[in-house]
């Protein structure tokens, strides 16, 4: 598979083409340092065998925030050494961390904007940017990547939303590229340039009078053209949207722009593939080969080696599945899909990540804080307790409930569905022995199982298969009598 | 083309794969009957060579609002029947009228949501819309089609954020869909087998926790066993996420889901295609041939017909660009592109409609109420005053201004832009003799020419054109120098 071939990043050499994208563990004190439990998180990301892992985004200023890495200050650097030297201990995988940079937020609702940064202001963060990444190259990271998505500081610039009336705005695309150039500019100044830089950004901000694929080219060409990397694309997850609850600070992934940048279960698969993919042939039409990474919502092997195989992009990012499951590459690699732990979207984890609470995955055994021990190592057993006929259907009232046995040692249940075209969708995944279908259409058969994990994260032998069908109600029964045949008149 | 091939539609036999979508006019008094503008404005379409107009929507009951078509009482039927007569004898185009039922909706920002129907009151609709579609029949309309998309009721019903508890919800799909399965069977039973009705219905919710292109395409399946003639697609355009103005009523179409249905010029062509493309080949799969229609910034021929040669689609809905003009199929069909008075994506239109103001459009001459007077029939010479190096251009602050003189009986400017990829783009239309381009990338050449359209709305000659770069900022330009091969590391 394409998708295990190295891939030269800038002079950093990718053992595959997987990526952990920057995600927030919240699992680090407010003092900003590394700790044993970010260590093990990263750690369980390089022994399941991903490529390139992006580090959380760590804060290139003091400002204060919740919990949050910090790469502000040299105190920080002999910690984020230690966790970078663990990385490259334990694998071939890369590791760079995510630089960022925010404005103030209020629980009152109040947030600062980029228009009431002075020049002053600005040129203290493109010091700072400057120093963070030299502090990366110090720490012996492989690269670093600006953070440039979402609702955060660069991000705002780059924004068509930039309201600022000087060149670092002014209503022009040359004036929201400025600071992110000037930022570029410094980088190089201060750690020449053999140390990969990475950005983050967005192919669609996906909020009223927000950019769109249409100037996301354009951004990622002149990215390519100072020498960036990787372009790795994001969408959404912006402030102007964002849903106030009184008393908390605001969170940028409650409105509409926070659905798209991470999709729920209601979402078709790698529903922003297409804008990476377009972007990738807009710059590579202008001479550049710079690698373009894209993420949201991919699951399916199939999917990610297609995106690869075809060109459309160079790098997988796969952040909720990772979490889940960060022995996604090293099962795929060795033909054991069908023991991945698929990330059924849930979005528990964005919840937590709003609620500054320890990031994990809700399908993991109750209590844990990292992903269950890698089985490929751990060798344990093919849990197998369940067995026979223990899962039963009911329907009505536009649903199909599905009831099964719990078997001793069963720590969760993915419910797996077939449609009439033959796809196959893990709908859900629960810890309980019930689960309701409301989503589905009425006189079209959809087959049904149960797929039970042990404790340890194992995967089980399936439950048997049931195949129903919700009766149509009687008038539309009637209705569509004229056209039983299958086809329309 | 394919695209002038006549196609089957549920019975009625379209000239050709062009439809005008509903547009609202405002041109109807608050009494709901037909006038002469709004007569003028559907023949107009029916003189360019539409295959298919789909009248602006009109209520089937007697609520309250603007400036709005009626079809809610048998007083309306002679009005209409003018109407559909005037096109039948003007054209081969077909015509069928949108019908809508919608909800209250207050100053106070005040909206009556679809759990406030009692089951008398949705019987009520049932009953509403049997009694509209009979009358489009008894009008000599050649179908009808249900309003099923946007803010409207149907749509509520249809929409992932359905309050009901009840069978008309329930929080599944089957009880979303139950409200247009009995309106189907009503209308069945009012007008029989033989009348065609398709249904308007969006693809994308385009709002928080709305429904996605997978939803749709179980609407669409379901809808294609209920007989429907042809479906529609739309986008967006809810109320959920409107801006309520103090003192105004509310308007959906003021939020993102607002921008969505309607594409500005900052978004790429055809943004929503994908998803109708989606949707068709869903319910292909299952045995159903029902034509499927897309809109949303369709201007390009080649683009237009693309995607009916390749069966990604059926018909293409085409409103903003033949409100600009009207003889788009004409020319078209006659080799006459360069003729088309091209669309830019203003949005003056959207902006009329949400304050309740005629809707017309910005590139007609000044106060004309109607598009201009079919060049085809009244024969107009092409406008040739324009010739010569008239327009020169300067550059700084990151933009482009460019100036060129007035030529006398100049109406209006296509201001033409060629990037480095041969894309030519008309990325504005103005009535001035100057313009700014203030979205463009430093360091590309761009090539500019202003075309120039006479006060009967014929094409001119094509102005000088003059290729600029925008220079890089200095420290950019070092940045950049070592990768000045064109080609990134």
Known sequence: MKLFEPLNVGGMLLPNRIMVPAMVTRLSGEDGFVNGDITDRYVRYAHGG??????????????KSGPLLRISDDQFIPGLAALARRIHDTSDSKIVPQIIHFMKVAKSGWRQTIDMLSIADIDRIVEEFGAAVARAREAQFDGAEL???HAYTLASFLSRANPRKDMYGGDTLEGRLHLIERIFENIRKKVGEDFPVGVRFLA??????GYTVSDAKLIGLRLAQLGAAYLSLSVGGKFEDAVHLPGQVPYPYTGYSGDRCMPGDWYPAMPHAHFSADIKSFIKAHGFDTPVATAGKISDPDDAERLVSTGAVDIIGIARGLLADPDWPHKVLQGKRERIVRCDYCNVCKHLDGTH???ICA????????????DRLAAAPYWDEVTGANLTVSVGDGKVALKWK???GA????????DQLGNVQIVDAVKVTRWEDHNLLAGMPYRYQVRAYGSAGQGGVSSNAI???LPLPEFAMRIQAPFADGHSR
């Open 406 to 408: 719990k078997a001793a």
């Open 467 to 469: 195949t129903v069908t």
């Open 204 to 209: 669609d901000e996906f909020i009223k009078d």
């Open 411 to 418: 720590a969760r249940y993915d419910v797996c569905r077939t």
């Open 147 to 149: 953070h440039s998505a």
């Open 50 to 63: 991903a490529g390139l892992i992006v580090v959380e985004a760590m804060a290139v200023h003091k400002a």
């Open 357 to 359: 609470t320890r990031v």
């Open 363 to 374: 399908l993991w055994p109750q209590g844990a804080l990292q992903a269950p021990p890698d």
